[in-house]
């Protein structure tokens, strides 16, 4: 996906300080954002052009502790041909060599009225979503009770039409065929629709629904963290299936693993329950209560009972 300056300015509510249309074209390639700290004493042998330069009270401060001409030259170093923009945190004010060098070298210069942490964490969150490598997979993904569980199987097995039992229930679509998943971080997995396809539904027999429409903006996410996937497969007698949850599956989707369970499905079963079920029960083990646990617990004291009682 690409991400253009005037894409950033519009999602973060920027103030637009100095930009000719071409400037806030200008992609963003990297989700790193610098504070250019060392730089303003002069040292450039690390400096990282590429991203954008984000102003902070301390570097604004040491800025403007030095002459007019230093500070231009510091600045002009800084506004690169690759460098997408430079914003400026806290609404500071904006020094007129700042501005002149952002017009010479064409930089966009743009400010924000928050606090530095606060907008650099904001850039970062935005520009890692945008930025990060997606792997498409086939499948259902369902906001449950807050938790994202990705629905998979067989073609025909009824993923659509279970997501439409779930969105019936109150649960949210996020996405229905494909899902774009991505590493937000090492730890967390995040999944959303392909742009023509958000908010519809495909059920066999009927044609494309869409959701948001006939169901409201309550039915319906954006996007959603991927924490559980769950995979239908037809019910065959002489298949076996975990019965207790003591089987412990995982499947990795863009490096990130999540567990994964089989669930069987053959007529007269109600899977969107039962999905409804796992995910709540996932939750519950992720809180500290296992109900496998329970039951073996149980299951050894009873044992233990019986052998005593027979001593």
């Not at 700290?37 to 450039?44: A, D, I, P, R």
């Not at 499905?265 to 329950?273: A, E, F, M």
Request: net charge negative; aromatic share 6%.
């Amino acid at each position: 996906m690409t991400v253009t300056v005037q894409m950033l300015v519009n999602k973060l509510k920027l103030e637009v300080i100095s930009g000719t249309e071409a400037e806030l074209s200008k992609s963003i390639i990297t989700s790193d954002i610098s504070r250019p700290g060392l730089e303003m004493t002069g040292y450039f042998d690390y400096y990282s052009p590429e991203r954008i330069q984000l102003i902070g009270m301390k570097e604004w401060s040491y800025m403007n502790a030095m002459t007019s001409g230093n500070r231009y030259a510091v600045l002009q170093n800084m506004f690169q041909e690759q460098t997408p923009a430079m914003v400026v945190s806290r609404k500071l004010e904006i020094p007129k060599e700042m501005l002149q060098a952002a017009k010479e070298e064409g930089v966009a210069l743009l400010r924000s009225h928050l606090p530095t942490s606060t907008i650099s964490g904001e850039m970062s969150w935005y520009l890692n979503s945008c930025l990060a490598e997606r792997t498409s997979v086939h499948g259902v993904l369902m906001d449950i009770y807050g938790m994202g569980v990705l629905i998979q199987g067989d073609s025909g097995i009824g993923k659509s039409e279970t997501g439409l039992e779930l969105v019936k229930r109150g649960h949210r679509l996020v996405a229905d065929d494909r899902v774009d998943i991505y590493a937000k971080d090492e730890d967390t997995l995040w999944g959303e629709p392909a742009e023509i396809l958000r908010h519809l539904l495909e059920i066999r027999g009927v044609g494309i629904i869409d959701v948001m429409s006939l169901y409201g903006a309550s039915a319906v996410r954006n996007s959603s963290q991927v924490q559980l996937a769950v995979y239908l497969e037809t019910f065959e007698p002489n298949k076996v299936f975990d019965r207790l949850g003591n089987k412990k599956e995982e499947i990795e989707l863009s490096g990130v693993k999540i567990p994964f369970i089989r669930i069987p499905v053959k007529t007269g079963r109600n899977i969107s329950i039962v999905i409804e079920a796992a995910a709540m029960n996932y939750r519950a083990k992720q809180m500290g209560y296992d109900a496998t646990e329970t039951f073996e617990n149980r299951l050894t004291q009873l044992i233990s009972q019986n052998g005593a009682s027979h001593d």
